[in-house]
């Protein structure tokens, strides 16, 4: 069985160690994350990111970041990919996903969720329980699609994007990149990159600063 590590040790690597648990494919050998003296199911953390070339040196080649910020994910998962990690690809036995969809690695797809011919997930995506992602959609690198969301075909969400709890998109939108979605927001015209759009019809109420993203 491959030996696999997990970076992060938050409320999200639960539901990821859930699903990852039920491999026979992959063993959980450790959790990296700051807090030394943190479990999950048993799984203890065993060293910081710091020690991630000290375990690929050891043998261990698999690897999947379970944080749930979309920054923080992404320089995670990106030192782990430089250090030579093969980062899995985790499917929910709960979720249904076209065999004409293409999911990258690094993300994790969760129960209930459904994603439809010709869409196209990037690498390190959340796609949370019970959200959809309709026919012809690409979701770029690092996104979060929240529980609950709807996102409608042909529309093209741009990379580091959060959509809240039970967004809903129609179809053809472009989202772009670095922007957040309120939670119950209706996406019913393209939005900008980089700002915070709430409401329904979801309209722009700041734009962010490069440090602020």
């Known amino acids: 069985m491959n030996e696999v590590v997990v ?8 539901v990821v160690l859930d699903i990852l648990l039920g491999s026979t494919d992959y063993k959980v050998m450790g959790l990296i994350d700051s807090d030394q003296e943190k479990r999950i199911f048993d ?12 375990l690929y040196r050891q043998g261990v080649r698999y690897g999947f970041v379970a ?9 995670v998962q990106e030192k782990m990919e430089r250090i030579g990690f093969e980062l899995l690809t985790l499917v929910s036995r709960h979720a249904v996903i076209s065999r ?16 439809n011919a010709g869409a196209q997930i990037g690498r390190g995506c959340i796609i949370n329980t019970n959200c959809s992602v309709d026919h012809d959609c690409r979701i770029g690198d690092f996104c979060h699609v929240a ?9 093209h969400v741009g990379p580091n994007v959060f959509l809240g709890t039970g967004t809903r998109v129609i179809d053809y939108i472009t989202i772009g990149a670095n922007t957040m979605v309120g939670a119950g927001a209706t996406v019913i015209a393209d939005l900008p990159s980089d700002c915070l759009a709430v409401g329904t019809p979801a309209v722009v109420k700041k734009f962010y600063k490069e440090n602020e993203k």
């Open 7 to 14: 970076a992060g040790a938050g409320a999200h690597c639960k």
């Open 43 to 54: 799984i203890p953390v065993i060293g910081t990111d710091e020690e991630l070339e000290k």
């Open 67 to 75: 944080i749930g910020s979309n920054a923080v994910r992404r320089k």
């Open 100 to 115: 004409f969809a293409s999911v990258a690695p690094g993300t994790v797809v969760m129960p209930g969720a459904v994603i």
């Open 147 to 155: 529980p609950g969301c709807a996102v409608s075909g042909s529309t």
